[in-house]
């Protein structure tokens, strides 16, 4: 089964929880603080393995959470970190962001790794907290949550050669004639409904991967009929053949054929006009071939310019000149970068995933909701959800950050009062005007 969209859930292992502890030793009364830190959660990384061809794995199994890392331990001992998760991925592998829709990585080679869902850092024990003021502090962080989100895996078909054209023309039958696949073939249009994929025995020592596609039909590229579902698959190919129904077998006209199926390739991806294309002339078995060819030559002569285009007679029925065009197609080949495709996208993408944001910078803003004053602030959640707020230390502690990033002066400049609510995330408080501490 070729599947070739999935959307997944990743969420990145949380991290261990930091303990509070104290040293209990023979002859050492009142021991110091021994609490360990809690150990990181791992993260949920993707991995290109050139076996795969489909994303079906993944119509099966549609969530991928991490491990998280242990707990710290007594005698100042940490928790162990959690191992990542390897999920493995088919090259041509574009990761998208479902919130945003940006795309967050561009998979193409093999072994090429991409994080996607960060663990969580492990929390503190109390041995972290102690000061000359406070040497034996009641302090522990809470693991930090691990990141999670919904992803869109598309694959794009990786496929040195790929056979466009208009249904019924003979592409499907071609790739069956010249490689061990075995393609649908039938009388009638959209036979092939997804790529299938066949490696092409030239005969001299040089093969090749090549790609039958579903049929393209007027109006692709604003997505009729298959559309985008199968133009997406086009982008990889290196070269393309363009197969032609030269003895109009259906009505229509070869050379109308060849105009309109370009037209949707550059209107889909200016890039595709300038992609290497060899025009495969099919059915030249059938009556009036000969004549329709000595036309369509004319034809793309008077719109060609100085662009050259090689033009195949062939029929996959009786194999006429089949094999001149897989010499044709391996020649082309030789001249053509490994990988003509999106480059800065796939180098932009991994910058940007590696780079992770710096979770200690803590912003916000302050607002009043009917009878309730609200701070907003990724920074302060995650702040909170790291501390134990049944510990009275840990609160004094995350009500004196919150007073010195300014917090306290921002509630009170737009009205907070003595006795008033605040809310926190899905925490609610009450503001004491020149206290410490929020609670």
């Not at 360990?36 to 489909?54: A, C, H, S, W």
């Not at 193409?108 to 000359?132: H, L, Y």
């Not at 490696?199 to 020592?205: K, L, N």
């Not at 003895?247 to 290497?276: C, H, M, S």
């Amino acid at each position: 089964m070729f599947v070739d969209k999935a959307k997944i859930f990743v969420k990145g292992g949380d991290g261990g929880n930091g303990i509070v502890s104290y040293r209990r030793e023979l002859y050492v009364p009142n021991g110091g603080p021994a609490g360990g830190d809690g150990g990181r959660g791992g993260n949920v990384i993707f991995r290109v393995d050139e076996g795969l061809r489909t994303l079906v794995d993944f119509r099966y199994q549609k969530h991928f959470k991490a491990k998280p890392g242990e707990r710290g331990k007594v005698k100042g001992m940490h928790g162990a970190g959690a191992e990542d998760m390897i999920v493995r991925i088919p090259p041509g592998t574009v990761i998208i962001n479902d919130d945003t829709q940006e795309i967050i990585a561009d998979m193409t080679r093999q072994g090429q790794e991409v994080i996607v869902a960060q663990g969580g850092r492990g929390g503190r024990g109390n041995m972290r907290f102690a000061t000359s003021t406070n040497p034996a502090p009641d302090i522990a962080e809470n693991g930090e949550e691990g990141e999670e989100r919904w992803i869109v895996l598309e694959l794009k078909v990786m496929a040195d050669v790929g056979l466009v054209g208009f249904p019924s023309v003979g592409k499907s039958t071609l790739l069956s004639v010249v490689s061990g696949a075995k393609p649908k073939i039938g009388a009638y249009h959209f036979t092939t409904i997804t790529p299938n994929l066949g490696v092409v025995d030239v005969g001299d020592d040089r093969n090749f991967v090549m790609a039958d596609l579903p049929g393209l039909i007027e109006g692709a590229s604003e997505g009729v009929g298959l559309g985008h579902e199968f133009l997406r698959h086009v982008e990889r190919t290196r070269v393309i053949v363009h197969v032609i129904d030269m003895a109009a077998t259906e009505g229509r006209d070869p050379f109308d054929d060849w105009v309109k199926i370009n037209k949707e390739l550059r209107q889909y991806n200016e890039k595709l006009a300038d992609r290497p294309q060899i025009i495969a002339a099919n059915k030249m078995d059938m009556p009036g071939a000969e004549e329709q060819l000595e036309l369509f030559k004319e034809q793309l002569a008077e719109v060609a310019g100085d662009r050259h285009y090689d033009i195949m007679p062939m029929s996959s029925l009786t194999r006429q000149g089949v094999q001149e065009l897989l010499y044709k197609a391996a020649d082309v080949l030789e001249t053509v970068p490994e990988q003509p495709m999106l480059e800065e996208v796939s180098e932009l993408a991994e910058r940007k995933v590696y780079k992770f944001e710096k979770r200690d910078e803590i912003t916000f803003r302050v607002f009043k909701e009917d009878e309730i004053y609200v701070v907003e602030s990724e920074g302060i959640e995650r702040l909170m959800k790291r501390t134990n707020l049944t510990s009275y230390d840990a609160v004094m502690r995350f009500a004196r950050i919150l007073r010195n990033i300014g917090v306290d002066a921002a509630l009170r400049k737009i009205g907070a009062k003595d006795g008033d609510i605040c809310r926190i995330g899905h925490y609610q408080f009450e503001f004491f005007e020149g206290s410490d501490y929020i609670y």
